[in-house]
């Protein structure tokens, strides 16, 4: 099991940034994939950014402008956001990706409590 602990949320204006942080209670060396997801309201859910080994991925959304990053000696995760907007405005929850056994496909999830990310116009 692992646990993911997000930090860094808050109020900030249009076109301002912020760093997100997701603490894992173990090495993320042995953690598949670490992402951020996140949830507006009357949204789906979304994922925002991944990042596994040395590759990343990112929403078209976001693109250019969000940057997830790793601290393997820390074991901590980071969403660094910059030129945010009013779209934007989510909870943020940060995702622990685990594969168990890759023949027969088996993996598990685990989340944070989510942080709130509000940006005013």
């Known amino acids: 099991q692992v646990q993911v602990v997000e930090s860094g949320g808050g109020l900030v204006q249009a076109v301002g940034s912020l760093r997100l942080s997701c603490a894992a209670s173990r090495s993320i060396f042995s953690i598949n994939a670490m992402g951020w997801y996140r949830h507006a309201p009357g949204k789906q859910r979304e994922l925002v950014a991944a990042i596994s080994g040395g590759s990343t991925n990112y929403a078209d959304s976001v693109k250019g402008r969000f940057t997830i990053s790793r601290d393997n000696a820390k074991n901590t995760v980071y969403l660094q956001m910059n030129s945010l907007k009013p779209e934007d405005t989510a909870v943020y929850y940060c995702?622990?990706?685990?594969?168990?056994?890759?023949?027969?496909?088996?993996?598990?999830?685990?989340w944070g409590q989510g942080t709130q990310v509000t940006v005013s116009s």
């Open positions: 995702n622990a990706h685990l594969i168990r056994s890759f023949s027969s496909g088996t993996y598990e999830d685990y």
